[in-house]
């Protein structure tokens, strides 16, 4: 029986060396260029690897997805993609219907109990620093002042970013050669392409895509 369009979509034949939380980056990265994410759900168990559920506000979002990203050399093995065959919890909690099993009620009780336990007393959490983030306008005039050339310069990446998860990005755009990353320097990365029309191509289809909700990339030519 043939499974109705839905706004979660299930995905499989993926590559199994990753680990949960990478799988579940370069998903998010690979996907939301479709729509908005709302979860991303991945397994390591031995039964569950190699398998993923990506969740969609709405179902048009999961129809382009699965159409588009069918067959999709992901590490260079094509992804399966089919709709889910029940309705996820993160739809369920949007549209009303969510019901937590027993099980599922407990553990989170039991864990919150516990994390309460192994607070310390008077224990606050620390405020996180943060650089400062350039404005719109100093990027532009960044961008003016850099001659179009091959390679990209990207900015206001999340720091938990690598090299795996953005080349799934680039490499849709023809020409893509290589993301370099630096170390020294997380939250920035140049992009290669064959040829500067091939980079401007990019920088103008993923300038400002988010990947995640508070990261808007930043995209210019870089210094030559």
């Known amino acids: 029986m043939d499974i109705p369009p839905n706004q979660t979509i299930y995905v499989n034949n993926l590559y199994e060396k990753l680990s949960k ?11 939301s260029q479709f729509g908005r994410v709302l979860d991303v759900v991945a397994m390591k168990t031995y039964r569950l690897r190699g398998q993923a559920w990506v969740v969609f ?29 029940t309705k996820s919890d993160a739809v369920a909690k949007v549209d009303g219907t969510y019901k ?21 007393a008077g224990n606050k959490p620390l405020p996180v620093s943060a650089g400062p983030v350039p404005s719109a306008a ?16 990207v900015q206001n990446l999340p720091e ?26 997380p939250g920035i990365a140049f992009v290669e392409y064959e040829n500067e029309m091939q980079s401007g191509t990019a920088m103008q289809g993923l300038q400002g895509f988010k990947i995640t909700p508070a990261n808007a990339m930043n995209i210019t030519f870089a210094k030559q």
């Not at 939380?21 to 996907?31: G, N």
């Not at 553990?107 to 336990?117: D, G, I, S, T, Y």
């Open 21 to 31: 939380e990478e799988m579940k980056k370069c998903l998010y990265a690979m996907f």
């Open 57 to 85: 506000t709405d179902t048009a979002a999961a129809t382009n997805a699965l159409r588009t990203m069918q067959g999709f050399p992901f590490f260079d093995k094509p992804i399966r993609i089919t709709y889910a065959k």
């Open 100 to 120: 937590p099993d027993k099980k599922s009620r407990a553990q989170k009780n039991a864990a919150a109990r516990e994390a309460m336990l192994k607070r310390p």
């Open 138 to 153: 100093a990027s532009a005039a960044a961008g003016a002042a850099n001659a179009p050339n091959k390679i990209l310069f």
């Open 160 to 185: 938990t970013s690598n090299e795996a998860m953005l080349g799934m990005l680039f490499q849709q755009f023809p020409g893509f050669r290589e993301v370099r990353m630096v170390e020294a320097r």
